[in-house]
Nanobody, 130 residues
């Protein structure tokens, strides 16, 4: 079965950096767009970033633009989220996910409650605190 497994979360001080990884198994990641989402305590899940397959176009929410970078390594069946200049408000569980659909990042990634997303990882906790 399709699996997505996140790793790389942890505790980091404000202004610090983390790299999250997403390992895909039992399917070829290179055919699909993949996104990162997050959910903070007491808040709704929100879209963070998406990367298309093929041309690798990238998209970011306004809250992380300029600080986070999404990337993919299709040969390794991996996706990544480089997070810089972290803020306490970035504290959340981070999830990678795919809509198992078009190569481009579709509205499934942008429109809550993200009913078009077909596969989710179980998440990795990121805590930004001094």
């Amino acid at each position: 079965q399709v699996q997505l497994v996140e790793s790389g979360g942890g505790l980091v001080q404000p202004g610090g950096s983390l790299i999250l990884s997403c390992a895909a198994s039992n399917f070829h990641l290179d055919y699909y767009a993949i996104g990162w989402f997050r959910q903070a305590p007491g808040k709704e899940r929100e879209w963070v970033s998406c990367i298309s397959s093929g041309d690798g176009s990238t998209y970011y929410s306004d809250s992380v633009k300029g600080r986070f970078t999404i990337s993919r390594d299709d040969a390794e069946n991996m996706a990544y989220l480089q997070m810089n200049s972290l803020k306490p408000e970035d504290t959340a569980v981070y999830y990678c996910a795919t809509d198992w659909g078009p190569r481009d990042c579709s509205r499934s990634y942008y429109d809550p409650p993200y009913n078009g997303i077909n596969y989710w990882g179980k998440g990795t906790q990121v805590t930004v605190s001094s």
